[in-house]
């Protein structure tokens, strides 16, 4: 029996010493837990600044602009007696449009040449006057005087002549304003006026022409952009100039890049640009709100970064870099071209860096980051028994 009891008491002495050690390295670990728990790695994705050919897609709100566009307006007063084309026609140039009171604007070249003729008849009399007193004043038969009064007599009707024929020019214009003609190719809009209406020179709108083959498209650049659109229209870099219509399909053909505007606008930082379309259907029509689609190719290799990694601070953009000790450094970026979920990053990074993709709201500068990892795949429900 006393070795029995021995024996239990050396067993339960042991335990003690080994709970009692066991107690001391447990506090030591939690200790250490409790120690790395200062500096909690912050869980987040991971991506590479790579390089690559990229093809961008810019749209800008845009409108339609006819090339050509005129107020048709009589020259000359008087009645509309002739309209010769139908509300929105496509006229040719040349083509007689309104008539105003022609009749009378014809009697009055009439009488115009009528008023030449008699000033020439009175010329030709005076002349020949003067031819008989030049001849009777060389055999001193006539007063030095009457030879004077014939030489102002040849002199003023000369001039009644160029009159009558001034006048006369005048009167051709008139009559050839009376016919009011299309000072281009085109389309018409609505009449203003109708038969039997009374129109004033330079007052009166009788329609409005417009252009249509080609057309143009103006939309509104950043001034940071001109460099690149004016490669585009000298053709250094290659693009595709396409017009979303207001119901968003997509207009047929492609246009080019034709004029850049002299000025940027102090007000806004923006300048117009304007990209010419051919238009034989007359879909573009004059005034209508389009979208502008730019797609362009660059010509060398460019940093590409998920457009998810840059944060927007009022206007400023920063990526988080990672560095080799782990940590987030955040850095201003320049940005370029967006294409899909990506975008360029024209300065502040370098190929090859690793960045922070996804849970930058919970990182900031100097913080330790390590890679997500993917959440395991559930385990399988155990079956009933």
């Known amino acids: 029996m006393n070795k029995k009891y021995l024996f239990s008491a050396l067993v339960l002495g042991s335990a003690l010493v080994w709970q009692s050690c066991g107690s001391k390295d447990g506090s030591k670990q939690q200790a250490a837990g409790a120690a790395a728990q200062g500096e909690m790695a912050i869980p987040v994705s991971f991506g590479t600044v790579s390089q690559e050919i990229v093809a961008g897609l810019k749209s800008y709100p845009a409108s339609v602009v006819p090339l050509q566009e005129t107020e048709i307006r009589a020259e000359v007063s008087g009645y509309i007696t002739n309209i010769f084309v139908s509300d929105g026609a496509s006229v040719s140039k040349g083509q007689a449009l309104y008539e105003v009171d022609r009749i009378r604007y014809q009697a009055a070249v009439d009488q115009a040449k009528a008023s030449v003729e008699i000033a020439k008849s009175t010329l030709q009399r005076v002349e020949k006057d003067l031819a008989r007193y030049q001849t009777l004043a060389d055999k001193d038969a006539i007063a030095k005087q009457t030879l004077d009064n014939a030489l102002t007599d040849v002199s003023t009707q000369r001039s009644q002549v160029q009159a009558a024929q001034a006048a006369l020019v005048t009167a051709q214009t008139n009559l050839q304003r009376s016919t009011i003609r299309a000072p281009y190719s085109g389309v018409l809009g609505i009449s203003q006026v109708r038969n039997g209406a009374l129109v004033s020179p330079g007052t009166t709108l009788l329609n409005t022409l417009s252009s249509i083959d080609p057309v143009a498209v103006e939309f509104q650049i950043s001034e940071k952009e001109i460099a690149e659109f004016s490669a585009y229209q000298s053709g250094r870099s290659s693009t595709e100039i396409t017009v979303a219509l207001p119901d968003g399909t997509s207009y047929a053909g492609q246009?080019?890049?034709?004029?850049?505007?002299?000025?940027?606008?102090?007000?806004?930082?923006?300048?117009?640009?304007?990209?010419?379309?051919?238009?034989?259907?007359?879909?573009?029509?004059?005034?209508?709100?389009?979208?502008?689609?730019?797609?362009?190719?660059?010509?060398?290799?460019?940093?590409?970064?998920?457009?998810?990694?840059?944060?927007?601070?009022?206007?400023?953009?920063?990526?988080?870099?990672?560095?080799?000790?782990?940590?987030?450094?955040?850095?201003?970026?320049?940005?370029?071209?967006?294409?899909?979920?990506?975008?360029?990053?024209?300065?502040?990074?370098?190929?090859?860096?690793?960045?922070?993709?996804?849970?930058?709201?919970?990182?900031?500068?100097?913080?330790?980051?390590?890679?997500?990892?993917?959440?395991?795949?559930?385990?399988?429900?155990?079956?009933?028994?």
Request: hydrophobic content about 40%; aromatic content about 4%; proline content about 4%.
């Open 255 to 385: 246009g080019r890049i034709s004029l850049i505007d002299r000025a940027v606008s102090s007000s806004t930082g923006t300048i117009s640009v304007r990209a010419t379309f051919n238009n034989a259907q007359n879909i573009l029509r004059a005034g209508m709100n389009v979208t502008m689609n730019v797609t362009s190719n660059s010509t060398v290799e460019q940093m590409i970064i998920p457009f998810k990694a840059v944060q927007d601070q009022l206007g400023v953009y920063n990526v988080y870099v990672v560095n080799d000790s782990s940590r987030a450094e955040q850095r201003p970026v320049e940005l370029g071209t967006k294409i899909g979920d990506k975008i360029v990053v024209n300065k502040g990074l370098n190929i090859g860096e690793k960045i922070v993709v996804e849970g930058i709201m919970n990182v900031k500068t100097g913080a330790k980051v390590v890679e997500n990892a993917a959440p395991a795949p559930a385990a399988a429900a155990a079956p009933k028994k």
